[in-house]
């Protein structure tokens, strides 16, 4: 499953670089979004969603609701089956686009759901 880790950070202690970790152990094809870019975990990140030349399942995204509003055309446009608002990643704003949108939405740590096998 392509999975799209918005708000990818190389730092080992972000959540969202540990789940960049899950997500290959758990044999998905991950997709770093940092508009940095470079490399995380031996993986090229992408600038922007706009970016990935695959079609995307799950957006995973670990960036907070101060500057997700920018981000939420990009998401859409991406098509994904389901949008993962981590904690703290939770944002009424998202949560409404992505049902106008018809795509499922879902207020879960990723962590969590890999972890019991509800990914």
Do not use: W
């Amino acid at each position: 499953m392509n999975v799209a880790v918005l708000g990818a950070s190389a730092k080992p202690d972000r959540y969202s670089n540990k789940a960049i970790k899950m997500l290959v152990d758990a044999g998905h094809h991950v997709l770093p979004i940092n508009t940095a870019g470079g490399e995380i975990e031996g993986l090229p990140v992408f600038s922007t969603l706009a970016d990935v030349d695959t079609q995307i399942h799950t957006v995973t995204v670990y960036v907070g609701p101060a500057n997700i509003k920018a981000l939420i055309p990009g998401i859409i446009a991406s098509r994904p089956q389901r949008v993962i608002a981590n904690p703290g990643a939770e944002s009424i704003f998202l949560k409404a686009a992505t049902q106008a949108a018809n795509i499922q939405y879902l207020e879960a740590c990723t962590l969590v759901l890999l972890s019991t096998g509800q990914f």
